[in-house]
């Protein structure tokens, strides 16, 4: 590619959760121009479009930024990678596909950090224009929207008692739990359309693509930002090898998510001016929270085994899967359309609690997402998360070069009553799987702790296995303190038309998987784009 100059209304850097929904809202407009420019391909794969096949593109190293922390202080310094989507519909295309709104609360607490607009009564209208659920439209749910929501099946024997077991140990059936009070068991609820993955991608840009005031770029590392004094003109990237500038008219918007969009600002000059100096990269405006704030919500996986041929291993052999194959190739049913996370919790950890701080997801066989390697036996296992921690990290520099992944610091666990948390969590979860709904099919404990184990035991086993759920938030966030770097719909303090969309600005990690909150934060910044 030769060094060329093209100009856009507005440039829109990552095809992700956020960057598809503004790409479809704003070419509605057929004057505005707009150019969404991804550093990854497209998704056109089997391997993304089938629900089942989700372990494939978070293995990926094409469709996954596989980003790694550093060795985290409280989890004997283990590395945690981070699977960041990397392709039109970035995490939407590479995520469980569990479609989870959050509490009312999480957002009314946004509201009362001083982040105006931003309560449940205001975010309802987006979650409601941005879905459409199997269900139907209501007062409270969306039924002609671009992204489909469909109730999962939960037709196994291992889905059946995990619901027993929850309502034998106290919770209640919290029904639709995006429309009432999520805290209770559940029959999760997925964006799958037609047994196949619905990702921003195929919701949001595939409608868009036929309109001639939208450019998609691929395979593009946008490198910097570039100004005029504090005024956002464009950005400069490069494309196999080529460099090219693409000026902005209007606005620059960045939705390359939680860790792209901080590194691509610290990159541009914006950030903690000491950090920036120690990279040898001018200030261009003094933004000390930019990076910091990271949240992300800790996971711990409960392990047991199960008599021979209860889990749907048996299934996911070498012929099963064959079989599998064929039959959501031919018709788009059976196991492949499902994403086997059909069952969930909301619960409290504790009666200290305001409302529920702790989620269960469920798979109904024995499975090791982690590893480089995914492993299949006859089992189940609960996953346990905290929803709202207290620790916080951040991303920074580790080099001037653009090419080179930024610094990552999760600090998981590093604040006592996170531990504390989900110590009683997991307790609970065991009291819970020693429920009578469990007897035929429990089996013995793999790498799990029991309900005899102390307090101390149990934090010390939780150590060795804490992970990432994959729900990174804040790195930029919405406020007008000191540390916040956006204001309420998106606008980088102190710089005049840079603005970014994406799960880095949330104020707060909501109580929920965070593709839904951040599609309906991209639609309602959208709206007032468009005014």
């Not at 293995?59 to 922390?69: L, Y």
């Not at 990397?86 to 995520?95: D, E, F, K, Q, T």
């Not at 609960?382 to 709202?388: E, G, H, L, N, P």
Request: with cysteine.
């Amino acid at each position: 590619m030769s060094n060329r100059t093209r100009e856009f209304d507005y440039v829109i850097v990552g095809a992700g959760s956020a960057g598809c929904v503004l790409a479809n809202r704003l070419t509605e407009d057929p004057a505005v121009e707009v150019c969404l420019i991804e550093a990854g391909p497209s998704d056109k794969s089997i391997f993304i479009r089938m629900p089942a096949a989700l372990t494939f593109p978070i293995e990926s190293d094409v469709f996954n930024w596989k980003f790694e922390s550093e060795p985290e202080p409280e989890l004997h310094g283990r590395v945690i990678g981070q699977a960041r989507g990397r392709c039109l519909g970035g995490s939407s295309s590479i995520n469980g596909m569990v479609y989870v709104r959050g509490s009312e609360k999480d957002y009314d607490a946004w509201r009362d950090l001083g982040v105006k607009g931003w309560d449940f009564d205001a975010c309802l209208p987006f979650f409601r224009k941005m879905e459409s659920f199997e269900g139907g439209r209501d007062p409270r749910r969306g039924g002609t929207g671009p992204l489909s929501v469909v109730r999962s099946q939960a037709d196994h024997p291992l889905y059946r008692s995990f619901l027993r077991a929850g309502a034998e140990f106290g919770l209640r059936d919290a029904g639709d739990y995006n429309s009432g009070d999520q805290e209770g068991v559940h029959v999760t609820q997925a964006t799958i359309r037609d047994g196949v993955r619905c990702s921003t991608s195929l919701a949001y840009l595939s409608p868009a693509l036929k309109r001639p005031n939208l450019t998609v770029m691929t395979n593009c590392l946008v490198e910097n930002i570039t100004f005029e004094g504090r005024v956002a003109t464009g950005v400069s990237l490069s494309r196999q090898g080529g460099k090219m500038q693409i000026r902005a008219a209007r606005e620059v918007v960045l939705c390359a998510g939680t860790i792209g969009s901080p590194h691509l600002l610290m990159l541009s000059g914006i950030g903690d001016r000491a950090h920036l100096g120690e990279h040898g990269i001018a200030s261009r405006v003094h933004l000390p929270g930019v990076g910091a704030d990271l949240q992300d919500h800790v996971v711990a996986p409960l392990r047991f085994r199960s008599s021979e041929g209860v889990s749907i291993c048996r299934q996911l052999s070498t012929l099963g899967r064959v079989k599998l194959g064929i039959e959501w190739s031919l018709f788009k049913t059976g196991l492949g359309a499902t994403n086997f996370f059909e069952v969930g919790a909301f619960f409290k950890s504790s009666d200290a609690v305001d409302y529920f701080n702790m989620q269960h997801e469920f798979l109904p066989f024995l499975a090791d997402f982690q590893s480089g390697k995914v492993t299949i036996s006859d089992g189940f296992q609960y996953f346990v998360s905290q929803m709202r921690p207290y620790s916080r990290g951040s991303v920074s520099l580790k080099s001037a070069n653009p090419a080179h992944k930024p610094m990552i610091r999760f600090n998981y666990l590093t604040d006592g009553r996170d531990t504390a948390e989900m110590v009683d969590g997991i307790r609970k979860t065991l009291d819970m799987v020693a429920q009578p709904a469990w007897a035929r099919y429990r089996g013995e404990a793999v790498d799990t702790p029991s309900l005899n184990d102390s307090d101390a035991d149990i934090a010390a086993w939780l150590k060795t296995v804490a992970n990432t759920e994959h729900h990174p938030t804040s790195t930029c966030r919405m406020g007008a303190d000191e540390r916040a770097v956006t204001d309420d719909v998106g606008r980088v303090h102190e710089l005049d038309r840079l603005r970014i969309v994406d799960g880095s600005i949330l104020p707060r990690v909501p109580s929920a998987n965070i593709n839904a909150p951040i599609i309906m934060a991209a639609e309602k910044i959208a709206a007032t784009m468009t005014i």
